[in-house]
């Protein structure tokens, strides 16, 4: 594994690995988002009718819990490939977390929009300070500064430097943020907003979810390989220009 | 430990003789505080509820507005370089900065702290319980602070930037020190807030030089 990894430091090589993976994550992305949606939206049956269930709201979730999951997911990745960048020095991992980022925060923002839009159909209110929602949120704008980060300054060997540092503190920090804003809901919140012992998920609506899980996982990785073989070609761009100067 | 003590006098020394960095903090604290009652509305009633957070938070605020500067200066002229180089660890050469840093501004807006709580009619009782939290959690904010002081060194526009990464790990700090006292203000036991603070102060000052110190090590390489 770990040779694997070193092997793929090799610019060139890299360019080959993603040259042959991006066909499959791609078309894996394209089959189970399909497959997922239209499973999720037409096949599966909807939830209970309201006011006792949720009915067609209930449909969001093919796309609020993948985004969600891809939120945090993306974070995860983002710190292993700063570890990686700053422990072993791996020349992608900088790269890796540079084209990550950007994506993350698009789920986390893609998260808050259908979080937000199911809330106004079930809480009668766009935004309600519910400790979940809240805690996507801060992971947002964990993300906005590490981009922000990243591009703040005109060496970007420095910000990829200092972004890794940061996403390592974010991960640190992210468990104690958490548990802080369960605290603090629990404390100022009325419980009865979410029923914690709702309806098991039906075995119909598990299937179409996790078709939509992995159709979500592939598709991050097929844009990650594009964007980070994108960063790739910018760094030669920006050498090759450099010694142009120089010349 | 010498290395320590001559960087926390030299520190001290600078604050003391320009004096700007407290005053102006300590002003910007006051005037924050005394905005809300415009924009909320003077009722006694809805300040006292509302008090513990517009305290909170304007420290928060006014913390922020001195951390840029915290290794700005020794970054600019070049002594930060001579800093790292001296035989003292980093860790404690960010220990010694940061104490400087909150002796000078976070300190007196501890002191400060009752005096705006008179003025926005906090119920007695929750005094202590704002005070003690105060002082647990103004140095976690320098200790926190002095990371993002670290990282944004040498960034275009660094102090907009620092607060856009510092703001949102603040908020377990803004959420234990407002429920300190508001569980004083309702009469119930405000320890475990306290006690989560103290928890939260000992882990930002084992991890916080660390990092920060690795940060200023790739800042000045």
Known sequence: MSARLHALANPARFGRFARRALPWTAWLAALCIGAGLVWGVFIAPPGAPPPEGQGETVRIIYVHVPSAWMSLFVYACVAAASAGALIWRHPLGHIVARAASPVGACFALLTLATGSLWGAKMWGAWWVWDARLTSVLILFFLYLGHIALTHAFDDPARGARAAAILALVGVVNLPIIKFSVDWWNTLHQPASIIRRDGPAIDAQMLAPLFLMIFGFTFYFFTVLLLRARAELAALRTRALKLRMLAA | ?221
């Not at chain 2, 002095?146 to 959420?175: K, T």
Request: neutral net charge; hydrophobic residues 60%.
């Open chain 2, 1 to 221: 430990m010498s290395g320590f003590g001559a960087l926390l006098r030299r520190d001290l020394r600078l604050a003391l003789r320009q004096g700007s960095d407290t005053a102006t903090v300590l002003a910007f604290f006051v005037i924050a505080v005394s905005l809300f009652p415009f924009g909320v509305g003077a009722e006694r009633e809805t300040l006292a509820a509302i008090a513990a957070g517009i305290l909170w938070v304007a420290a928060l605020l006014a913390a922020m507005l001195s951390l840029d500067r915290l290794f700005q200066a020794d970054y600019e002229d070049g002594t930060l370089d001579y800093l790292l180089a001296a035989p003292a660890a980093p860790t404690l050469l960010v220990m010694a900065k940061a104490l400087a840093h909150w002796l000078t501004t976070g300190l007196p807006l501890v002191i400060l702290s009752p005096l705006l709580a008179l003025l926005l009619n906090l119920p007695q009782k929750a005094y202590p319980a704002l005070i003690a939290g105060l002082a647990l959690g103004t140095p976690i904010l320098t200790l926190i602070g002095a990371i993002g002081a670290a990282l944004v060194l040498g960034a275009r526009r660094g102090g907009v930037l620092l607060s856009l990464l510092i703001l949102p790990l603040y908020i377990p700090i803004l959420i234990f020190g407002v429920g300190a006292v508001e569980a004083a203000a309702t009469g119930q036991g405000f320890r475990v807030h306290l006690l989560l603070l103290g928890a939260m102060l000992l882990g930002a000052l084992a991890l916080a030089p660390f990092v920060a110190a690795v940060a200023l090590r790739q800042a000045a390489e």
